[in-house]
């Protein structure tokens, strides 16, 4: 199963609402390892979400810290999302078309519309395994959009939320303007649908063509990244019985090979260049961390032959194996 990951567009809003509550956003990042100034790459593992949060907590003193958050956030993030939402001609098909690219916010989001007579019902997310603050933030910020996009005429009966304990059902209701129910199967925003036709005054059909372009070609770039991640992997599991080909790769992945082989390209890989850098690294931590034998090794990285793996060793490190190991010795 592939890691999940955050963008780091969800992060730059939350430190902006520290900064705007009085606190040091430099203090938080330091207590996960990181300098002010010093974001994570575009693409972050979602499972940092409640390191994160807990370093908020631990320095604002709030337990309830999304909650405490979401006063304190920029109506408008700068998001390509937003954009898809002001250039569309109402708010329904500004927000279906957002939620074609949610992807491009977080692997952890699963979201879609459904529209139940005079209610819609917004569904953020259906899995549990996130740190409750972040999904509890994340309503208070679509709350906060919404409102803005429609001067004030969102009308939200009710949010739902998968985790069974939180704050009090007052503090909820202070924060979002309607009640919250815990416990559900699913994040979700329940409003009248009648918003959904109300027209934007920002419509631009022109734009939001260039807009949907942009957001194509990041949907593209993070579905490229998810397929090396696979293939890696994949690779990772096969390598140790020598079944690490293009074949096998491509059967567990329900691909024709040279289907495979033509998207690894596009990627700028070649399928066989990913099963040597495994295998190099492999064999580099077994030597440098281990006292495995030659032999042992030649087998954990998938060789048939010691001769055949001392010749691609030799050639990735410009050492032999032995001598690799007796520069760690020494």
Not at 221 to 242: H, P
Request: net charge neutral; glycine share 6%; proline share 5%.
């Amino acid at each position: 199963m592939r890691d999940l990951t955050d963008d780091i567009a969800l992060m730059r809003p939350v430190i902006a609402a520290l900064q705007t509550s009085g606190n040091d956003p430099a203090k938080v990042l330091a207590r996960i390892g990181l300098l002010a100034g010093e974001l994570p790459p575009k693409r972050f593992p979602h499972a940092q979400q409640a390191k994160f949060w807990q370093a908020v907590i631990d320095e604002t003193g709030e337990p309830h810290a999304g909650l405490f958050l979401v006063e304190h956030l920029p109506i408008y993030h700068g998001l390509l999302l937003e954009y898809l939402f002001l250039s569309s001609e109402t708010f329904g098909a500004g927000l279906r078309h957002a939620l074609r690219y949610v992807r491009l916010l977080s692997d952890a989001l699963n979201a879609r519309l459904d529209v139940e007579g005079d209610r819609a019902v917004l569904t953020l997310a259906v899995d549990s395994g996130v740190s409750r603050h972040f999904p509890e933030l994340l309503a208070g910020a679509v709350i906060r959009l919404f409102k803005a996009l429609t001067e004030g005429e969102f009308a939200l009966y009710e949010v739902h939320f998968i985790h069974p304990k939180g704050a009090s059902p007052e503090h909820y209701r202070a924060v979002y303007g309607c009640p919250a129910h815990l416990g559900s199967k699913r994040y979700a925003l329940v409003f009248d649908s009648a918003i959904l036709s109300r027209c934007s005054a920002l419509a631009q059909p022109e734009l939001l063509q260039v807009h949907d372009l942009v957001a194509q070609r990041q949907l593209s770039e993070i579905e490229r990244l998810d397929l090396v991640s696979q293939v890696r992997e994949l690779i990772a599991e096969l390598v140790i019985d020598n079944r690490a080909t293009l074949e096998q790769v491509s059967k567990r992945l329900n691909m024709p090979a040279r289907r495979l082989r033509e998207r690894l390209s596009v990627a700028g890989v070649r399928f066989n260049d990913l099963v040597g850098d495994y295998r190099c690294r492999l064999a580099k931590d077994l030597l440098l961390n281990t006292d495995e034998r030659i032999e042992v090794i030649v087998e954990l990285t998938g060789f048939s032959e010691p001769s055949t793996f001392y010749r691609a060793f030799k050639r990735w490190v410009g050492l032999t194996p032995v001598e690799f190991r007796n520069r760690r010795n020494s």
